[in-house]
Every structure is written in C-alpha cells, then in structure tokens.
C-alpha cells in the first residue's frame, strides 16, 4: 500500500490558492464599475487601458471622459481633438483645458467652441477654461468666455473653473448664462466681470459650497446672499495680473474694494488673500468660524446683528481700545479661530486683539503670529497676557498661541478654500 505524504496532500491546495491570485478579478467587474474606475484616471493612464487585453478596449472609449489638458499640457491639439471624436456621446466627466496648448493659432477661438460643443462632453460636471493671463500684463483686453457653448452645461455642471476671460454681461444673455443649479464649487481668477454679472451668476447657483475670487476686475463691491455657500476666498492680489509698468494703469482697474457678507447662514470659513485692501462686512453669517487675515488686507471691519439689521460694530486701523468697546452694543462675536500678525510695540494692534480677547464669547484659539523676533519666555508670554487682558476673556476656554513668524507656514492655498475637509487653512506651528 502506498503511502500519501503530507506534502501530496497539500498540492492541490497550493495549486488552488495560485490560480486564486491569478485570477484577474477586477475584469470580471460590470462595464458600469469598470467605467467609473477609468474616468477617475489621468487622460494618458486612462487611454493606456486599452491595451490591457480585450476586455478593457472599449471601456474607455464609453466611460465618462475625464480629458485634464491642463494637468498634461505635452497633449497635442490633434490628439485632443481625435480624442473627443472617439468618444461619441456622453456623460462627460472632467473637461480641463489650458489656452496656451492652442499654441495662439488663428482660428484658436473656433478649435475650443469646437471642442466644447463635442457629443463626448454633453452632461460636463466639471469644467476648467484657463485662458493665458500672460497677455493682461500689457494691457491686452481677456478673450471673451465662449458663452454659448459654456451655456450647455449650466444644467450638469458641479465644478468650474475660469480663468483670465471677460465674462458677457448679464443683459446680453437674458441670464440663461447665469443660471447653474448644481454648481457647487466656482472659481475666477484674473476675469472681467461687471457687478451685475457676478451677483447674477451666484443668483443663480442654489447649490453653491465654496467660492474663489482671485484678483478680478470690473467689480469692485461683491455683495454674497447665499442660503449654502460654506467657504468663501477673496484677493485682490497687487493688480500685478493686468499691469505692470506703473501706478496710473492700476488706478483704471476696479479690483474688490468692498465685501459684504449680506447673508450666508451656512458659511463658516472666509479667507481673504494677501493684496490690496478692502472693506469688509459681515453682516450675517451666524456659522462662521474662521475668518483671516485682516490686518493686511482689511481696510476696515464691519460686523452687524441680524437680529437688529444695523451696524454694531466698525473697526478701523489705530483706533483705540475704549473706542472699540464704545462700538460693541449687543453684539454677539461668534469667532471661534483668530490670526493676527502681532508686534509688542504696536499699541494699536495689541488693541485690536484685545477687543477679540474681550468681546468674542465662543472663541476657541487666538493665534499671534510675531511679525519680528522670537517667541519669548514664560515672563514674556505672561507679560504679553497682562497687555491682552487675557484674564478678562469673553470666553473662558479659549487658547492664546504666539508663533514665530520665519517658523509658521505660509498662507493658504487658494485651492483650499473648495476643500470643505479643512476648516482652519491658517494652523501654524505652535512653539
């Protein structure tokens, strides 16, 4: 009788386990899941599938386009084009084009309309127009949005993007072109767009989350009603995007001098970028948590009560602290998170902290950021407590940081203002 080793006995085991690992599983998902997983690619990996074996050669072509041009600008405008054709119909996914690609052809203009009007992009839900902002440094006028075909996604689109365009005025396109309501994340930089436009355009997005404006022109008071935005990011940079030669130039732009938070009772994150200064005015907005940074770019700071629809409160630069505290009334400072630059012989700005110090009732941090030299010791920081009254604090909980200045990290992204993940762009280092 023979004899059956253990090792014989696990052999078809073995084997079975292998072919198990060998098995390619994700093909053998549906051509919807497969679809999904492609359009989340980057173009060039996505169009490589293809080649993996028959299964996967016509996935691509019939999932939803994800065509990002501006994230791969070595893409030539025949492949571009060949590609849209492949893809005979939608869903579009992603659709991100960066102008300089066009290689400023004659008919550059007609080749994007072109592109945009494709069967492969009907249903867009994200849209990135980055025009060349190269030119308004010489005082060139933007090229002009092509809002008609821009307009056949204001149905489906989720994000967009535009940058260094003139936007058409809101009369022009009986509003159609203002009217998206399933955006929810808006970006413009460097555009030219009339007051009316803009207010038009938010108008008409009920669903809007987060909002970017970066140093545009032709609007220089922005005016939010909004019942969902949640993070706004305002900069009015140095007008260093239009001109940049002299003085007179930049006095016939008309970047935002004025922004008023009128009402938005879900926004709880404002950023406003470093540049030029502007007057800022909140007047509802009874979820906001985060709002920075004022003291280089603020003008003059307005908070006011919904409850009483009047101005409460008005800071401006070098007033004194009786001053502020004369201004206060019944309102009700709902800061959680504060970060101000600080210099120790600065009587005016150890005023304006102080106010925060004694007036905001739910402040959780207080972040001073030394704008010269280091970080004290304990005698220093308890020196620097006494100046802030930080034994009378509004609230009893909150936390009182000085940072370093050369230590800290630079301001915030821009692009972290559509990252609603991130309530606090300005954490800094704590030392």
Same mark, same amino acid.
């Given at each position: ?12 085991? +073995? ?32 169009? @490589? ?54 290689? =400023? =052809? ?26 060349? *902002? ?81 140093? !545009? ?58 540049? &030029? ?32 629809? +009047? ?6 630069? !070098?007033?004194? =602290? ?19 630059? =600080? ?17 905001? @009732? ?21 020196? +620097? ?30 692009? +972290?203002?559509? *990252?609603?993940?991130? &309530? ?8």
């Amino acid at each position: 009788m023979g004899v059956v080793t253990r090792a014989k006995k696990m052999m078809p085991l +073995q084997l079975d386990e292998e072919e198990e690992v060998l098995v390619d599983r994700i093909s053998l998902l549906p051509d919807g899941v497969l679809e999904d997983i492609v359009s989340l690619l980057p173009t060039r990996d996505a169009a @490589r599938t293809q080649l993996l074996s028959s299964r996967w050669r016509h996935i691509w072509r019939s999932a939803p386009l994800n065509l990002d041009v501006d994230g791969d600008p070595t893409i030539p405008v025949s492949d571009i084009s060949r590609i849209l054709s492949t893809h005979q119909h939608g869903p579009g996914r992603r659709f991100s084009i960066n102008y300089s690609c066009l290689g =400023y =052809y004659d008919d550059e203009e007609e080749t994007l309309d072109g592109w945009l009007r494709s069967p492969a992009l009907d249903g867009l839900r994200e849209l990135e127009i980055l025009f060349d *902002d190269s030119h308004l440094r010489w005082g060139s006028p933007p090229r002009p949005l092509p809002a008609a075909s821009v307009l056949r996604f204001s149905s489906t689109l989720v994000v967009a993007s535009f940058n260094a365009c003139a936007f058409p005025d809101a009369t022009t396109t009986g509003g159609l072109l203002h009217y998206w309501p399933l955006l929810k994340q808006l970006t413009l930089s460097y555009v030219t767009v009339s007051e009316s436009s803009l207010h038009a355009l938010l108008a008409g997005c009920p669903a809007l989350e987060s909002l970017l404006l970066q140093e !545009n022109n032709g609007c220089p008071r922005v005016r939010i009603v909004s019942p969902s935005l949640r993070s706004i990011g305002v900069g009015t940079g140095f007008g260093a995007a239009f001109f940049t030669w002299g003085d007179d130039e930049l006095e016939e732009l008309r970047l935002v001098q004025q922004l008023v938070i009128e009402d938005a009772p879900c926004l709880e994150k404002l950023v406003v970028f470093e540049g &030029l200064e502007m007057d800022i005015s909140v007047v509802s907005a009874p979820r906001l948590k985060v709002l920075g940074e004022l003291v280089r770019v603020c003008h003059m700071l307005q908070f006011c009560t919904a409850a009483l629809h +009047q101005i409460t409160h008005v800071v401006q630069k !070098n007033e004194s =602290y009786d001053e502020y505290q004369q201004l206060t009334g019944t309102l009700d400072i709902r800061l959680r998170n504060i970060v101000l630059p =600080y210099r120790e012989d600065s009587k005016p700005g150890i005023n304006f902290a102080k106010f925060f110090v004694t007036n905001a @009732r739910v402040l959780e941090s207080m972040t001073l950021e030394l704008k010269h030299g280091y970080v004290g010791n304990d005698a220093w920081i308890r020196r +620097q407590h006494r100046r802030l009254q930080v034994k009378k604090r509004a609230s009893a909980h909150a936390r009182f940081d000085f940072v370093s200045h050369i230590l800290s990290p630079s301001l915030p992204h821009p692009e +972290q203002v559509h *990252d609603l993940s991130i &309530l606090d762009p300005f954490q800094r280092i704590h030392h």
